[in-house]
C-alpha cells in the first residue's frame, strides 16, 4: 500500500512539474530563441554585404558595358538612378531579415545606443561577418570578371581624406539615427530620404575618397589590392569614420533625449 501510494505521488510530480522547472525551460527556450535570431543576424549581414558589393560593380557593368553609355552626365545619371532603386531593395532586406546590414557605421551607430552586450555583440561578430562577406564578394567579382576595377582610391593626402571620410560618416549617421526616431512619414518616404541623402553625400566624396562611408567594402578591395595593413587604409577608411560615426552618435544623444524618456515624461504630465 505503502509503494502504491509512493509510485502515484512521483506520477503526479512528472505530471504537474514544478515551478522551478518551468522556469528554468523557459529561460533555456529564451536563450536558445535569442542565440538563434543572433546566428540569423550574423549570416544575414554576411549575405547582404556580399550582395551589396556585387550590386555596385554589376549596376557599373550594366550602365558602362551593356547599355555602352559613356562616364558622361547621363550615363551617371542613369547609374545613380539604379544606386538608388538598389537602396530601396536593400532597406527592404533589412526589414525582411529584421535588423540585416552591409555598412559596420549602421551597426555601430545602434550598438552604441543599446546596452554593453549589443555594443560587444556588434564589435565581435556583426562587424567581423561584414568584411568577411566583403572579402568573399570581392575574390568572386574578380574571378568572375577579371576587368571589374580595383576599387576606390585615395585621391588626396591622408589628412584630408580622413577628414573627408570622417564628415561624411557624421553625415550619414546623423540622417539614419534621424530617421529612425520615427519621423512621420511611410517607409517609401523614409528610404526616399536617406537614399537621396546617402547618394548625395557618396557624390561630394567620390572624387576625393570614393565618398565610401562603408569600412567593410572599401576592406574588401584593398584585401584584394594587398594594401589593407597600410596606414593609409586604416586611418582613412576605418578610423576616421568610426570616430565620425561615433561623435554623431554621442551628439544626437545629447540633443535628442531617447522616445521612451519622451514618453515616460508625457505620461506625468498628463498623470499630474
Given at each position: 500500500m505503502h509503494?502504491?501510494?509512493?509510485?502515484?505521488?512521483?506520477?503526479?510530480?512528472?505530471?504537474?512539474?514544478?515551478?522551478?522547472?518551468?522556469?528554468?525551460?523557459?529561460?533555456?527556450?529564451?536563450?536558445?530563441?535569442?542565440?538563434?535570431?543572433?546566428?540569423?543576424?550574423?549570416?544575414s549581414d554576411f549575405i547582404v554585404s556580399i550582395i551589396w558589393v556585387?550590386?555596385?560593380?554589376?549596376?557599373?557593368?550594366?550602365?558602362?558595358?551593356?547599355?555602352?553609355?559613356?562616364?558622361?552626365?547621363?550615363?551617371?545619371?542613369?547609374?545613380?538612378s539604379l544606386t538608388v532603386v538598389s537602396l530601396f531593395f536593400f532597406a527592404f532586406l533589412a526589414k525582411v531579415?529584421?535588423?540585416?546590414?552591409?555598412?559596420?557605421?549602421?551597426?555601430?551607430s545602434s550598438a552604441i545606443s543599446g546596452d554593453f552586450s549589443q555594443f560587444l555583440f556588434t564589435i565581435g561578430t556583426r562587424i567581423p561577418a561584414q568584411v568577411i562577406g566583403s572579402i568573399t564578394a570581392v575574390r568572386l567579382l574578380i574571378d568572375t570578371f577579371p576587368e571589374i576595377?580595383?576599387?576606390?582610391?585615395?585621391?588626396?593626402?591622408?589628412?584630408?581624406?580622413?577628414l573627408t571620410e570622417?564628415?561624411?560618416?557624421?553625415?550619414?549617421?546623423?540622417?539614419s539615427l534621424g530617421l529612425a526616431?520615427?519621423?512621420?512619414?511611410?517607409?517609401?518616404?523614409?528610404t526616399w530620404i536617406s537614399s537621396i541623402s546617402k547618394l548625395s553625400l557618396h557624390?561630394?566624396?567620390?572624387?576625393?575618397?570614393?565618398?565610401?562611408m562603408n569600412p567593410a567594402s572599401v576592406m574588401g578591395w584593398a584585401y584584394a589590392r594587398g594594401d589593407h595593413i597600410t596606414k593609409e587604409h586604416i586611418l582613412v577608411y576605418w578610423l576616421a569614420p568610426i570616430q565620425g560615426a561615433l561623435l554623431a552618435a554621442y551628439t544626437f544623444k545629447?540633443?535628442?533625449?531617447?522616445?521612451?524618456?519622451?514618453?515616460?515624461?508625457?505620461l506625468k504630465g498628463k498623470t499630474d
Open positions: 509503494k502504491q501510494l509512493t509510485q502515484s505521488k512521483n506520477l503526479n510530480k512528472s505530471k504537474n512539474p514544478s515551478p522551478k522547472t518551468l522556469t528554468h525551460k523557459k529561460v533555456s527556450i529564451f536563450f536558445f530563441y535569442k542565440m538563434v535570431s543572433k546566428t540569423r543576424l550574423i549570416v556585387w550590386n555596385g560593380a554589376l549596376i557599373k557593368m550594366f550602365v558602362f558595358k551593356v547599355l555602352q553609355m559613356g562616364h558622361d552626365s547621363r550615363g551617371e545619371f542613369m547609374r545613380q531579415t529584421k535588423g540585416a546590414s552591409f555598412n559596420p557605421l549602421a551597426v555601430l576595377g580595383r576599387g576606390p582610391r585615395l585621391n588626396v593626402d591622408i589628412h584630408k581624406g580622413a570622417g564628415l561624411l560618416a557624421f553625415g550619414v549617421v546623423t540622417i526616431r520615427k519621423i512621420p512619414g511611410s517607409f517609401f518616404m523614409k557624390i561630394l566624396g567620390s572624387d576625393l575618397t570614393g565618398g565610401c545629447l540633443l535628442f533625449r531617447p522616445q521612451k524618456q519622451d514618453e515616460k515624461e508625457k
